[in-house]
């Protein structure tokens, strides 16, 4: 492990999103934790050996540039300093309380510091909710507290916090990280001092170092948000027992990704599988693969190591993302380059094909005996010419997407001139090069000569080549973040779900106890939502069921009608390919008996009798179920009756965009098959992520679904078809306020409306969707350069306006986190965008920034007032504090409006040219 990247920046922060220029933030409470201007240590000791006396000591022994005061009711002063009784007799006010007294007595502390104005406290005692149902009293009677006063804290049950950069050691551990851009976060203490050590060892170093143990408050996300707005942190590295609020984390990690590693290590990959649920679905939902899917989601990179965890925030740090999985491996000995092919291979990455250019220009060059292949053996008497030429030629290979270079220390062999050779070509390939320099004291001066030359280094060339993999995986998740999605129409007017006739069928079901839908209920609610279904007549009688046959027409289906039964096969409740009435008579009498016999005749209330699809195709799963942490979750695979036995699924977090959802179908080995085999046609594979599309929206709005499977959903080239569902749902003795939270948050449809302007055009309001990428590029060329700066405060080119990292990010909304709105002609093909408003929450604040932009054609219209009356809506629904905006004091018609509707608008703010406007609500 090399020295880690240690530089700092003072360049403005650049919002992307809202293209605002911020030169300084306000301090907040986790300023407090993290930078203090003074520290209180409450149960501050002498005795040797205790917590109270190691965390004191280690304030008093780094430097923060703050006062330390210790509170302690029997000493005048600890370890020299002078102690105070309580809170309320020291001199000056605190920033930051450290609290180390027993559990029982902490509450009455914290209350202590809400009513003195302290701002944050870390708690370092143990006691607390492990200990049972008193712990979680005295945690609930703590965050009472907190969330009343604004007070923030970290812990219980914790090591404290290390802030390297600005001196800041309040922990009880053995010494004091090094200084570096690591931003570190451990739910575990003593993983905390073993890391430690070990970077003390490796000389590793941290912006700031975190033991955030049982995450009464101060979260994943809250750390993540912080971390990424610290300009002194480049990356972010966990260690992570249990995800807690699963909804901020995702929110946190998407938004912080784009910008800075976040990699984890959770352990847990080989725990017991989770208790089977009534379906297929749930008993393949394992939550460590869920979690794998959560991961993913948001752009988080998972490894399996404590090396790995700061080995790839290194390599990340040096090295740019690679566009590809396939690795192109240069090396001086044979076996070496088989051990990273093998480790590249077996971690989802793949070796270059050497384009026929490339190879002609190796062969001009090197030794006749040379591989001629990947890897690229360059022999064993290789000089640092030959690497450095075979390097360049092999990184412009248009094939290749990164490179390893392994040098051996064999005796003709130069690994410090090698290195020194290569140092040219760390950045200007524009692919990550990575290398292993293998041997031990020989290679050691090369090796710091490639860490300096900013090529990381691995002992081990499968080390490097897994490495790569990781690179890969994590580029490819942030690719899917804002990758941009295909144009679909509006779910809402005439295409919008038939919400209410679903809430209708699960209510009916609730009220008369049911925890199971029938078969005929479950596809109707898929109806409902669009998806397609078979035809289907429930029969009580033969006579009924033989009339159903004849309106379908030979031959059809019969299977079970019940309320309670889950699996059909499982008591003999299917019956296929009749093709006569004495077939329908003896399939009605064979399932009434067979299910008497099985599980009693209470059961049968009948069968449902369908047409005979003879249409050739696949058969599909499409289900969900719900996960402890992450609560709804997706599954895509290969379905039928044996979908248990092949475990060919892909896991994934609804909502889901037609990009999303055909990622999780590339996940799957059936995914080969449906793109056209062996002279079968492909499956419509935009209709069937549609068809996911659509799926996702169901389990997200109806929050009573507690499980839905579509098996098998036959594909086929003509056509898609859900052959049978079944949908499991709460009982009525669950509470509202007790269902599961989905992960991230859906799209708020209730927030659409059509509106008139005043010339008498219709036009619809709706929130943003990832779709709506392409018309707000034609949308931003339909503004003027006055419009363009009364929106931004600043000239903004058009190719500055439509990059597709920046429209991502603008219609990639996180909905929990900020509301744009878009109005759009409903008259014209495209629905062209003719304005956008949106709502941001400022994290950590109760306030949200309000932005808009509306095409010169239709201002005058009305619909800047509309759009912010819709806004004020939003911002009271989503317990908004206050609203903000920025202005230009040229822009009068907006300050006009602002007025209007009760805004105060600041004469001034720190920046001159600007006007400063906010409502409270």
């Given amino acids: 492990m090399s020295d880690m990247l240690r530089g700092t920046t003072t360049e403005p922060i650049i919002d992307p999103t809202h293209d605002l220029i911020f030169r300084g933030r306000r301090r907040t409470a986790l300023d407090s934790i993290f930078s203090p201007t003074n520290v209180a240590v409450i149960g501050a000791s002498e005795r040797e050996g205790s917590v109270g006396r190691t965390i004191l000591w280690n304030l008093i022994g780094s430097p923060f540039g703050g006062t330390i005061f210790p509170v302690n009711p029997k000493r005048s002063n600890v370890l020299g300093v002078k102690a105070y009784p309580t809170l309320r007799d020291v001199p000056e006010k605190v920033d930051l309380a450290v609290v180390v007294t027993p559990a029982p007595t902490i509450p009455p502390i914290i209350d202590e510091c809400a009513e003195l104005g302290i701002p944050a406290a870390i708690i370092i005692s143990a006691g607390f909710k492990e200990i049972g149902p008193a712990g979680v009293e005295l945690e609930r009677q703590i965050l009472v507290t907190a969330r009343r006063s604004g007070m923030r804290i970290i812990g219980p049950n914790c090591l404290g916090v290390m802030s390297p950069v600005s001196g800041l050691n309040a922990t009880f551990a053995a010494g004091m990280a090094r200084p570096g851009s690591i931003g570190f976060i451990s739910q575990s203490g003593a993983l905390c001092t073993a890391v430690l050590d070990w970077s003390l060892r490796e000389n590793v170093g941290f912006s700031h170092f975190v033991s955030i143990g049982s995450m009464l408050d101060v979260n994943w996300g809250d750390l993540i948000y912080y971390l990424g707005d610290d300009q002194r942190t480049q990356a972010i590295v966990m260690y992570m027992e249990t995800i807690g609020d699963a909804r901020a984390f995702l929110s946190a990690a998407r938004e912080v990704a784009i910008t800075k590693p976040i990699i984890v290590i959770k352990p847990g990959r080989t725990a017991a599988a989770a208790k089977a649920a009534a379906s297929h679905t749930g008993s393949l939902t394992g939550s460590d693969d869920v979690l794998d899917a959560a991961f993913q989601r948001c752009g988080v990179l998972r490894v399996d190591t404590i090396a790995q965890l700061f080995n790839m925030a290194e390599t990340l740090a040096k090295q740019p993302r690679p566009h590809g999985p396939h690795l192109t491996i240069l090396t001086n000995a044979g076996g070496p380059g088989v051990l990273a092919t093998d480790a590249l291979i077996m971690s989802g990455g793949k070796l270059t094909e050497v384009s026929s250019e490339t190879m002609t220009q190796l062969n001009d060059f090197l030794p006749s005996a040379w591989s001629r292949n990947n890897p690229i053996d360059i022999l064993g008497d290789a000089p640092p010419d030959r690497y450095a030429k075979a390097l360049e030629i092999a990184g412009h290979d248009e094939n290749a997407d990164g490179l390893l270079v392994i040098l051996t220390p064999q005796d003709m062999t130069d690994p410090t001139r090698t290195a020194e050779a290569l140092k040219p070509y760390a950045r200007i390939l524009n692919k990550p090069v990575l290398a292993s320099w293998m041997g031990g004291a020989n290679i050691e001066a090369g090796e710091r000569i490639l860490n300096q030359a900013g090529i990381p280094t691995f002992e081990y060339p499968d080390d490097a080549a897994h490495a790569f993999s990781y690179m890969w995986q994590y580029a490819d998740n942030l690719n899917t973040l804002y990758e941009t999605s295909e144009f679909s129409a509006s779910a809402e007017g005439e295409n919008a779900p038939d919400r209410a006739r679903v809430e209708a069928i699960i209510n009916t079901a609730r009220k008369q106890g049911r925890t199971i839908l029938t078969e005929i209920e479950s596809k109707e609610v898929l109806a409902c939502y669009g998806l397609p279904i078979i035809p289907s007549r429930i029969a009580t009688t033969e006579e009924e069921a033989l009339k159903a046959a004849e309106e379908f027409g030979y031959p059809v289906v019969l299977k079970i009608h019940s309320e309670t039964i889950t699996h059909k096969t499982d008591v003999g409740g299917v019956k296929l390919n009749l093709g006569t009435a004495d077939e329908v008579r003896a399939a009605y009498q064979g399932i009434r008996n067979a299910v008497a016999e099985k599980v009693g005749i209470k059961h049968f209330q009948g069968v449902n009798v369908q047409p005979m699809i003879r249409v050739e195709g696949y058969e599909l799963i499409i289900g969900s179920s719900i996960d402890s942490q992450f609560g709804p979750v997706m599954l895509f695979g290969t379905g039928g009756s044996l979908v248990e036995v092949y475990k060919d699924r892909a896991l994934g977090l609804p909502p889901l965009t037609n990009v999303l959802a055909r990622r999780m179908m590339e996940h799957t080995r059936v995914y080969t098959a449906l793109q056209g085999v062996r002279g079968k046609k492909a499956v419509d594979m935009d209709a069937l992520a549609a068809l996911m599309v659509r799926f996702s929206q169901l389990i997200t709005e109806q929050k009573w679904i507690k499980e839905l499977d579509i098996n098998p959903l036959l594909a086929s080239a003509d056509r898609l078809l859900a052959l049978d569902a079944r949908v499991v749902i709460y009982g009525p003795e669950v509470k509202e306020e007790e269902l599961p939270r989905v992960a991230i948050r859906p799209y708020p449809y ?57 429209l991502s990010r603008i219609c990639f909304n996180d909905y929990d986190r900020e509301i744009a709105l878009v109005a759009e002609c409903t008259h014209e093909p495209d629905c062209a965008i003719i304005g956008v408003a949106r709502l941001s929450k400022i994290h950590g604040t109760e306030n949200a920034r309000l932005s808009m932009v509306i095409t010169d054609q239709y201002q005058g219209q009305g619909l800047g007032t509309e759009f912010l009356n819709r806004l004020i809506a939003i911002a009271r629904d989503e317990k908004v504090g206050q609203i903000v905006a920025y202005l230009s004091p040229d822009n009068l018609p907006m300050k006009h409006l602002f007025d209007k509707l009760g805004f105060k608008i600041a004469d001034e703010t720190d920046e001159k040219e600007m006007l400063f406007a906010s409502l409270k609500l």
């Fill in 750 to 806: 209730q927030y659409a409306a059509p509106w008139t302007t005043k010339s008498g055009e219709v036009v619809m309001i709706r929130p943003i969707k990832p779709e709506d990428e392409p018309r707000m590029a034609r949308f931003h060329e339909t503004l003027s350069e006055h419009t363009v700066y009364m929106r931004y405060l600043q000239k903004m080119h058009l190719n500055q306006r439509i990059t597709h990292s920046r």
